[in-house]
């Protein structure tokens, strides 16, 4: 639905004292081309310098407007309505949930961030991330990983309320540059539980060597990946053997699940190229599921890049809906060198 309903009145009712906030803009797209018309760009206002516009979108991207460009503009409210069925978060403690559920064998809070390293396996377990209102010490983030012979990356939220839209425009400004641009999803666990028991599914509390081979993520460093794995709260890990193979033979399908108070979530769900599109995934977290709820969760929770656009529609049907965006921003490595222990 256009933000700007046809034949009302346009009016800029925006200014630069409204950076922060949430707004819609509509803007002339090539006022001198055949083809001149009318966007709309709603987003988070980042900034507003030398008759350039920038508003960061829910999914992390910006999209630059010249102010001359700009016919109307307002404030809106912060976020759309949560749909029925899905489970109320806020930001902050899904963001703790999500840390405590993909842990990092070091990690140390430099004020309101979060440092966390794994040797360089997966972007989640190797950035810092925000615990807190504070904005991250860029010098003493840079200087922790550089102990560590790692870039600093930050792990940043946008398109929800008390998200850090600010924070990435200004870090980017530093010269910091953005990629793995990802989505959290919440759904119903029971409503992800609510089918018939699938006893192809074997469900462990470690990822054993059968587990791992099913990963393909995992090859890149077995070992920090069992660290990182295996440390969750209340972990399970839900296996399809595949009895036509030998027993060496990769599963059919693995998954993960950790439970943390009223929320289960799931990673790692990987089905074997020869046998997707039968149905593996969905049976996989159902059975994780299961096992959260006797676990005294309600609620599920899980991230994927947005690009995954097969796990988008896997997830999509399984009943869940986006709460928030997140992407990391790496800035250079640092010259101090990997000395010292941090």
């Not at 797209?29 to 709603?42: E, L, R």
């Not at 460093?221 to 193979?245: H, M, S």
């Amino acid at each position: 639905m256009p933000e700007f309903a046809a034949g009302a009145r346009l009016e800029v009712r925006i200014t630069p004292d409204d950076l922060g906030e949430r707004v819609s803009v509509r803007s002339l797209v090539d006022p001198a081309g055949p083809g001149a018309g009318f966007t709309d760009t709603v987003g988070v206002l980042t900034s507003w310098t030398d008759g350039v516009i920038t508003v960061t979108r829910r999914d992390g991207t910006s999209v630059a407007l010249a102010e001359r460009s700009v016919v109307a503009g307002k404030v809106v409210p912060p976020a759309p309505a949560r749909r029925r069925g899905v489970p109320a978060a806020g930001l902050g403690e899904l963001c703790a949930v999500a840390a405590r559920g993909w842990p990092a064998p070091e990690e140390e809070r430099i004020g309101d961030w979060l440092c966390r390293a794994a040797g360089g396996w997966t972007r989640r377990a190797n950035s810092a991330v925000p615990l807190g209102p504070g904005e991250p010490d860029l010098e003493a983030i840079t200087a922790w990983y550089a102990r560590r012979g790692l870039p600093p990356q930050l792990a940043v939220t946008t398109g929800a309320a008390g998200a850090r839209e600010m924070t990435a425009a200004a870090t980017a400004a530093a010269g910091w540059t953005a990629s793995g641009h990802a989505v959290t999803l919440v759904g119903s666990l029971a409503a992800l539980a609510d089918r018939e028991p699938d006893p192809r599914v074997v469900i462990g509390r470690e990822p054993d060597e059968r587990w791992m081979r099913g990963y393909p993520n995992a090859h890149r460093d077995p070992v920090a990946a069992r660290r990182v794995l295996a440390a969750g709260p209340g972990v399970r890990f839900a296996t399809v053997p595949d009895p036509e193979a030998g027993p060496d033979a990769p599963p059919r399908a693995v998954g993960r699940c950790t439970v943390d108070g009223r929320w289960a979530g799931f990673a790692a769900v990987e089905v074997a190229p020869a046998h997707r599109r039968r149905g593996l995934a969905r049976a996989v977290m159902a059975e994780l599921a299961r096992e959260a709820l006797a676990g005294g969760a309600s609620a599920a929770w899980l991230q994927v890049e947005v690009d995954n656009v097969p796990a988008r529609t896997l997830y999509a049907g399984a009943g869940f809906a986006e709460h928030h965006h997140y992407h990391y921003l790496r800035g250079p490595l640092s010259t101090a060198g990997p000395g010292g222990t941090g």
